[in-house]
């Protein structure tokens, strides 16, 4: 995986906040686009949206539980 500048994981937490129903923070344009390119990212209607290859990487960063 692709390593994440601060503003791109930063992107990536907001987008996962917003799709679980939280009200998400303000998502920096230039970092959404990034993770467009990478996959982790969709635009929509609504503006940006976490893709599933997307949460499987911030899952992958947050690792195992415990």
Same mark, same amino acid.
């Given at each position: 995986m692709a ?7 930063? *992107? +990536?937490?907001? %987008? ?6 939280? !009200?998400?923070?303000? $998502? ?5 686009? *990034? +993770?467009?390119? %990478? ?6 209607? !609504?503006?940006?949206? $976490?893709?599933?290859?997307?949460s499987a *990487? +911030?899952?992958? %960063? ?5």
């Open positions: 390593d994440l500048t601060d503003a791109q994981l930063n *992107a +990536l937490r907001n %987008l996962a906040l917003k799709k679980s129903g939280a !009200e998400a923070p303000f $998502i920096n344009i230039g970092a959404a686009r *990034a +993770l467009t390119e %990478l996959g982790f990212a969709e635009r929509s209607r !609504e503006g940006w949206d $976490i893709t599933p290859a997307g *990487a +911030l899952a992958r %960063l947050a690792g195992p539980p415990g």
